[in-house]
């Protein structure tokens, strides 16, 4: 689960450079709300010409794993890092003012999912608080 995690972090980092899932297989490793609050974000992103540059550091870690239930589930906790993230103008490449009050890095509580074998990030909650 954690390769599936890392896995969509890399393909989110390669959406958010271009505002756009197309040409990413972000669509492999999230699902349901994980896959839709990206697309919301990318959408709002590329209606404002922004693309982001970098990438973040993420630090995962399973919290808990049930497979006891017909769906295998488990829970990573992450400390997301996204100071060397940058949103810029997608024309200018220069860098967005975003607020100085905004976190940089913090906790992301994530649920995922076991589907036809493989799996697959179902939701990633970012909590408001720092890690």
């Known amino acids: 689960m954690t ?4 896995g969509y ?5 390669a959406a958010y450079s271009r505002a756009s899932v197309k040409g990413t297989r972000l669509k492999t490793y999230a699902v349901g709300e994980a896959l839709a609050a990206t697309e919301r974000e ?3 992103l590329s209606k ?8 973040p550091r993420t630090t995962p870690k399973v919290a808990s794993v049930n497979t006891s239930g017909q769906v295998p589930s488990a829970t990573i906790s992450d400390c997301v890092d ?11 490449k ?3 003012t975003l607020p100085k009050e905004r976190l940089t890095r913090y906790v992301s509580r ?6 036809e074998g493989r ?4 939701k990633a909650t970012q909590e408001n608080r720092s890690c």
Request: proline share 2%; aromatic share 14%; net charge neutral.
């Open 119 to 122: 799996w697959v990030i179902l």
């Open 94 to 96: 220069k860098p967005i």
């Open 9 to 13: 972090w890399e393909e989110k980092v």
């Open 110 to 115: 994530v649920t995922a999912e076991r589907w």
């Open 82 to 92: 996204v100071a060397a993230w940058t949103l810029v103008d997608g024309a200018s």
């Open 3 to 6: 390769a599936a995690y890392l």
């Open 48 to 55: 404002q010409g922004y693309v982001a540059t970098g990438k």
């Open 42 to 44: 990318l959408a709002a």
